[in-house]
């Protein structure tokens, strides 16, 4: 369960960054087996000095049109997966996820 788990978060991970890579609102996500923190951030979120340089409004912006996806991100940044998503469910984070760019696209990180 926890390698499925663990490969699915990484997936996750890196379909969000992707998915949001040329845009105004570059996500970083910091990756954990099961749970994720992404930020609005050009730059890797590493340890707590970084993330003073992310953008929490352009990321609450993200989170909201997300949600309008279909997709529930935390405000905070905090994303759950469980084995309970498949790859499909992947499939459409990633596509929501470029289309909720598309939506905030006027936010600029800072």
Do not use: C, Q, W
């Amino acid at each position: 369960t926890y390698p499925r788990l663990e490969t699915m978060a990484a997936r996750r991970g890196d379909a969000l960054e992707e998915a949001t890579a040329e845009s105004a609102t570059p996500l970083y996500v910091r990756r954990d087996t099961g749970v994720g923190h992404a930020f609005v951030s050009a730059r890797p979120v590493l340890r707590y000095p970084d993330t003073l340089h992310a953008n929490g409004e352009a990321y609450r912006l993200f989170a909201g049109a997300m949600l309008m996806e279909g997709i529930h991100l935390m405000p905070k940044g905090i994303i759950y997966l469980s084995t309970a998503h498949t790859e499909s469910d992947l499939d459409r984070t990633y596509e929501a996820a470029r289309r909720a760019v598309r939506a905030t696209r006027a936010v600029r990180p800072s």
